[in-house]
């Protein structure tokens, strides 16, 4: 499933520059990320990158947006043929 930021964000900048989709944005009062970009960086790393350096844990699966494994896989495809 795709990410999301909890109210907990500090907006201290560290996860936008991190992500490799571009799926992270500043808010109205906290960093936001677009489900329709989000791919937990499969494609492009292990582990979503956004997790690895949020100092205060903020970033969470959203319920909102199940996805497999395999639609994350399939979503990264088409935003990397879009992107070339």
Known sequence: MALMIT???INCDVCEP???NDAISQGE???EIDPNLCTQC???F???QC???CPVDCII????HPETPEQLQAKYERLATSAA
């Open 7 to 9: 109210d907990e964000c």
């Open 18 to 20: 991190e992500c490799p």
């Open 29 to 31: 009062e906290i960093y």
């Open 42 to 44: 499969v494609g492009h």
């Open 46 to 48: 292990d582990t979503p």
């Open 51 to 53: 997790i690895e350096v």
């Open 61 to 64: 699966p959203d319920p909102k």
